[in-house]
């Protein structure tokens, strides 16, 4: 499986085609690596994106469509051929994780998505990359049953069948479990009860005291609150990736640019230290998304960070990025 280097993990950012003039993938590679973004993820196989990575630094967590997987669970050599198409054709190409379906329901196809794991996972193995390239899969963080406090966090009783062998089969291999996580989604759902300032980043006291454990910010909690829920499902030793998260810069309750831009940069700057249950141990992240997705389901629009003309759409910046700080110093100075 890929190992997962914690002292290097990096904020990377999703990357759909379903923008309104999105850039040429050519152009969007560019982009990246112009603004010192490092990883990216794409949600289905896409040549032209592939062809467009061949040869660069920038590591991709690339992903089957739920629409697959009953394919893919039904044959090892439709798995087999999967993994030619997509991988081993794009040798140069710096493939991270293979993410197999994406917020998979039990009962709307659930009973294919960990076969379907197994057969990519044996291709993956056949092509002698299973030291390179981790099989998992990205959960909606709605499996959580229970999420507060952070320490009792537990998956939903009646999915315990449908998830706890896929746990299993992550600690087995030593793969990361994805999680798709987005204290938007609790603020703008209760906007009245739930503290702005402890959904972005920005409170300066505890809000959440669990035990010897204080919590700022609702991003910690609701990771705790899985790291606790994998703990009880057999799961301790895993990592998990947040494979989604980000805030709208318009078009939704609390949608702002400011309050994007607040998110998003403190974001970038808080993975990196970890939270209160395992502090010290940044969080690999991927920000949704590069640019506005209004193909999408409404909750899904207005999330970019860039506009179609390729300009930020307000200052932020990747790591040791010159040309996005010093955008950010032209711009609020």
């Not at 690999?284 to 860039?306: C, Q, W």
Request: with cysteine; net charge neutral; glycine share 8%.
């Amino acid at each position: 499986m890929a190992v997962l280097n914690m002292a290097e993990a990096q904020v990377g950012v999703c990357y759909g085609i379903s923008g309104d003039n999105v850039p040429s993938p050519q152009e969007v590679v560019t982009l990246c690596r112009q603004n010192g973004i490092q990883r990216i993820r794409i949600y289905e196989p896409n040549q032209a994106v592939l062809q467009a990575l061949n040869g660069t630094n920038i590591e991709l967590l690339l992903g089957i469509p739920n629409t697959d997987l009953q394919k893919l669970a039904s044959s090892q050599a439709q798995a087999t051929t999967w993994v030619q198409s997509n991988i081993r054709n794009y040798s140069s190409v710096k493939f991270r994780y293979i993410a197999v379906g994406n917020e998979v329901i039990p009962s709307e196809g659930g009973q294919f998505l960990l076969p379907a794991m197994k057969n990519v996972h044996s291709a993956i193995s056949e092509a002698g990359l299973e030291k390179k390239i981790g099989v998992t899969t990205a959960l909606d963080v709605a499996v959580l049953g229970i999420s507060f406090p952070p320490s009792v966090g537990s998956f939903k009783s009646e999915i315990r069948t449908f998830l706890d062998p896929i746990v299993s089969f992550l600690v087995t291999n030593q793969a990361p479990v994805l999680v798709n996580l987005y204290p938007y989604l609790v603020y703008s759902n209760n906007p009245q009860n739930v503290q702005l300032d402890y959904a972005i980043f920005e409170s300066k006291s505890l809000i959440v005291q669990d035990g010897q454990l204080g919590y700022r910010n609702h991003f910690d909690a609701i990771l705790d609150a899985f790291y606790s829920a994998l703990e009880k499902a057999g799961g301790a030793s895993l990592e998990v990736v947040v494979s989604e998260t980000g805030w709208p810069s318009a078009g939704e309750i609390g949608g702002s640019v400011i309050l994007a831009m607040t998110y998003n940069r403190n974001l970038i700057q808080h993975v990196q230290s970890g939270t209160p249950k395992r502090p010290g141990r940044p969080v690999e992240t991927y920000i949704f998304s590069l640019f506005d997705e209004k193909e999408k389901a409404e909750n899904l629009n207005y999330r970019g960070l860039f506009l179609p003309n390729k300009q930020h759409k307000y200052p932020i910046s990747f790591g040791n990025n010159f040309v996005a700080q010093r955008y950010l110093y032209l711009q609020c100075y």
